[in-house]
Each structure stands twice: as C-alpha cells, then as structure tokens.
C-alpha cells in the first residue's frame, strides 16, 4: 500500500532563517506530488506540483521554492523566511490529477 | 467571484440531526467534485467524491447541481465524531483542483 511521510511535524524557525521540509512517498511509481499551505482560518493554498523528477509548477510567486530530486522525494524550502510564511504546511500525492492522499502536515511558526 | 466558495459556518447541531452544506463554484468547465473532512490541526481526508447522479455513502449523501454550479453534502443522524472541517474540493480545466476554505460542523450532545 501507498505511504506519505512529510516531517518535521512542528517547526519553530526565526526570521530571516532557512527552510527544509521533506515529504517521501512509498509503494507507488511516478507520483504528482503536490505543496499546499495552509493559514489560520484559510483554505488550502496549492503552492507548488510536480508531475515527475526536476519538474516543478510554481502556482503562487513567493518566498519559496520546491525541488524533486527523486521521483518519490519533494523538497519546500526558502532562503530566508518570512513572517508571513507561518503556517501549516502539507504534502500530498495523487496518481492522477483526481484524489489527493496528504501526509501529516507540518505547523510552522516564524516568530 | 472566489472559484470555490462555501459557509465558513460553525454549524453547531445537536447529536442525531441532520445537517447540509453547499459549496458554490465558478468555473462551468469544472470536471471533478469531492468532499474532504479535515480535523483540526490534521490533514484533509477523502470523505466522498461527487457523482452527475448524486451518491450515498451510510449516513452521508452527495448531490451535484451542474446548471446551478454547486455540491452538496448531507449528513443525517449527526454524531459526536462528525464534528470537523469539511472542504469542496472542485477539479477545474488544467487538472487543477482548488479547495474551498471549509465549513466547520460542530455536532453537540
């Protein structure tokens, strides 16, 4: 069966520091990995899809950025972080651009 | 026009009542509908998709309105559990799918 491991699951990070969240996917091939962001009392913001290695689809201009290195790894990170980049972060995985499987998400602060 | 638009809410609903929701979408060209439940601080989980003819699973029921362009979900004989978040989740042109903001159902004793 399919499997999503995003961690950290909570991160506290300062202004102006660097970001790394990872998200890993088993027990599939050539999955559409996606990076949603999500703030208090907002929806779900898509930031970031990639439909196979090294090829990224940015959805909103930001802070941010993603890589694919392999085809089961999705990388989110920033250089420098923002107060407006807290929030809850989500990975997910579809097979095709239908149903979406998350992980487990990962609640930044940056203070 | 937001492209998914539903009650932000709290519905807040005695145990064993039966409750709706609608969500609203903007793009006539949409392909796809879903119902995901989301609980506080977790992630969003499939609850059902939405089908032309509308769909029943136990408890919850599903209906698309196409020339009125919403979804709706029905959730009867309401219990402590249903108490989440749930997000419309609409499959647009370009295979994007764009989550509304979520309606929160509180179901109390």
């Known amino acids: 069966s399919q499997t999503i491991h995003q961690w950290p699951a909570t991160l506290v990070q300062p202004v102006g520091s660097p970001l790394s969240l990872e998200c890993t996917v088993e027990?599939?091939?050539?999955?559409?990995l996606y990076w949603y962001r999500q703030a208090a009392g907002r929806g779900l913001q898509l930031l970031f899809y990639?439909?196979?290695?090294?090829?990224i689809s940015s959805e909103v201009p930001q802070n941010l950025s993603a890589s694919r290195p392999q085809d089961r790894q999705f990388i989110l990170s920033s250089k420098k972080l923002l107060l407006s980049d807290s929030g809850f972060y989500l990975c997910?995985?579809?097979?095709?651009?239908?149903?979406?499987?998350f992980g487990s998400g990962t609640q930044l602060s940056v203070l | 026009r937001k492209e998914v638009e539903q009650d932000p809410g709290p519905f807040n609903v005695p145990e064993g009542a039966t409750v709706a929701f609608n969500c609203t979408y903007s793009?006539?060209?949409?392909?796809?509908f879903f119902w995901y439940r989301q609980d506080c601080r977790k992630e969003p989980k499939l609850l059902m998709s939405?089908?032309?003819s509308g769909n029943e699973d136990g408890r919850f029921t599903a209906q698309l309105n196409r020339a009125s362009q919403y979804i709706s979900l029905l959730i009867r004989d309401s219990k402590l559990s249903d108490s989440a978040t749930y997000l419309c989740?609409?499959?647009?042109?370009?295979?994007?799918?764009?989550f509304g903001t979520g309606t929160q159902l509180k179901v109390e004793l």
């Open positions: 939405v089908y032309s």
């Open positions: 793009n006539s060209a949409s392909q796809s």
């Open positions: 989740v609409v499959k647009g042109g370009g295979n994007k799918l764009t």
């Open positions: 027990g599939t091939s050539n999955p559409n």
């Open positions: 990639s439909v196979g290695i090294g090829q």
């Open positions: 997910a995985w579809s097979n095709r651009f239908e149903r979406l499987f």
